[in-house]
Every structure is written in structure tokens, then in C-alpha cells.
Nanobody
Framework: QVQLVESGGGLVQAGGSLRLSCAAS???????MGWFRQGPGKEREFVAA????????VYADSVKGRFTISRDNAKNTVYLQMNSLKPEDTAVYYC????????????????????WGQGTQVTVSS
């Protein structure tokens, strides 16, 4: 059972930046990692994902060019750098892990993820 703990959320003005971190309780060498978010009254939606090897990334169109996902397997940590934040980015952000034994899988589908963190709140004021 992999435990994931997000941190780095907070209140920021529009145009500002935040970096979210997600620390795993064990090695994530074979896990693709993703970030999802859920705004008030909305479904949980995909934000970004990175393959287990770190060689592939994918982003939602709404964040492409503004957000960057990265990982440090030595620290069992994945990051989400968020720049040029907008009020519509306000949401609870969740980290998730998907087991990928061949280390090349990557997915936008939340149903494919095996483990989830508790979430961290990001609020962007206008």
C-alpha cells in the first residue's frame, strides 16, 4: 500500500506561482504519477502525469505551457510547478500513483490509478 502526501498548496494571486509536492511512502520506481484536481461542484479532472521512467509527460490542455510535472525517484517525490495561475485553477489538487511494471505507461484516466493522496487546497484570487 503506497501512501501519498501532498504539500505546497495555499493562497496565491492570479499570475503567481506555486509548487506542489507529493511524497510517497515507498519507492515509486514502477509507478506512473499523476496530478488531478477537483474544483467546487466539479468532477475530479486530470491535470498532468509523468511515466515511471520520467521520460514521458502529458498535460491537460487547460494547463499546458503553464504547469510542469517532474519527479525525483531518489526522493520518491513528484512535483507540480504551477505558473501563471488563474482563478479557475482553484481546486483541491490530488496526487495519484499507477503501477506500471514496464515503466512506460501513462494515463489521463483517474480510474487507472491505484493510490491517492488526501489532497492539498490551491486558491487563486483575482
Amino acid at each position: 500500500q503506497v501512501q501519498l502526501v501532498e504539500s505546497g498548496g495555499g493562497l496565491v494571486q492570479a499570475g503567481g506561482s506555486l509548487r506542489l509536492s507529493c511524497a510517497a511512502s515507498e519507492r515509486t520506481f514502477s509507478y506512473s504519477m499523476g496530478w488531478f484536481r477537483q474544483g467546487p461542484g466539479k468532477e475530479r479532472e486530470f491535470v498532468a502525469a509523468v511515466s515511471a521512467s520520467g521520460g514521458s509527460t502529458v498535460y491537460a490542455d487547460s494547463v499546458k505551457g503553464r504547469f510542469t510535472i517532474s519527479r525525483d525517484n531518489a526522493k520518491n517525490t513528484v512535483y507540480l510547478q504551477m505558473n501563471s495561475l488563474k482563478p479557475e485553477d482553484t481546486a483541491v489538487y490530488y496526487c495519484a500513483a499507477m503501477l506500471t511494471p514496464l515503466r512506460v505507461g501513462i494515463s489521463r484516466n483517474r480510474n487507472n490509478y491505484d493510490y491517492w493522496g488526501q489532497g492539498t487546497q490551491v486558491t487563486v484570487s483575482s
